[in-house]
C-alpha cells in the first residue's frame, strides 16, 4: 500500500522560512518524479515544483520562483520543499504528490498523470 505523508507546515510571519517534508512509502521512489502543488481556500490547485527522479532537474511555478527550493533524498525516500521569503499569498494547503513518469511533464504544474497524493500540510504566513 502506497503512502505519501508531508510534514512541516504551520504559521511563520511573513519574510520567515520554512521546510516542508514528503516520505512515501510502498512504492520505488526513485521511479517517480514528485511534485508539490498548493490550495489557499476557495483558489484552484497550483503546482508549486516539480523534480525529476534523480533530482537532476527541478522547475518551478514563477510566484515561487527563487523563493523556494525542491529536493530529494532518494535514501530516504523523502522529498523536500525549502521555502524561504515566506509571503501572506503562500498561505495554502501543501500537497505533495508523486508521477507516474521519471520525469516531469511540460504540464506538470497542473496536477495530471500524478498517481499518489499525500493528505497535505497547512502552511500559514501571517503579515
Known amino acids: 500500500q502506497v503512502q505519501v505523508v508531508e510534514s512541516g507546515g504551520g504559521l511563520v510571519q511573513a519574510g520567515g522560512s520554512l521546510i516542508l517534508s514528503c516520505t512515501a512509502s510502498?512504492?520505488?521512489?526513485?521511479?517517480?518524479?514528485m511534485g508539490w502543488f498548493r490550495q489557499a481556500p476557495g483558489k484552484e490547485r497550483e503546482g508549486v515544483s516539480c523534480?525529476?527522479?534523480?533530482?537532476?532537474?527541478?522547475y518551478y511555478a514563477d510566484s515561487v520562483k527563487g523563493r523556494f527550493t525542491i529536493s530529494r533524498d532518494n535514501a530516504k525516500n523523502t522529498l523536500y520543499l525549502q521555502m524561504n521569503s515566506l509571503k501572506p499569498e503562500d498561505t495554502a494547503m501543501y500537497y505533495c504528490?508523486?508521477?507516474?513518469?521519471?520525469?516531469?511533464?511540460?504540464?506538470?504544474?497542473?496536477?495530471?498523470?500524478?498517481?499518489?497524493w499525500g493528505q497535505g500540510t497547512q502552511v500559514t504566513v501571517s503579515s
Open positions: 504528490a508523486a508521477s507516474g513518469t521519471l520525469y516531469c511533464s511540460a504540464s506538470w504544474y497542473s496536477g495530471f498523470n500524478y498517481n499518489y
Open positions: 523534480i525529476t527522479y534523480s533530482g537532476g532537474s527541478t
Open positions: 510502498g512504492l520505488t521512489f526513485d521511479d517517480y518524479a
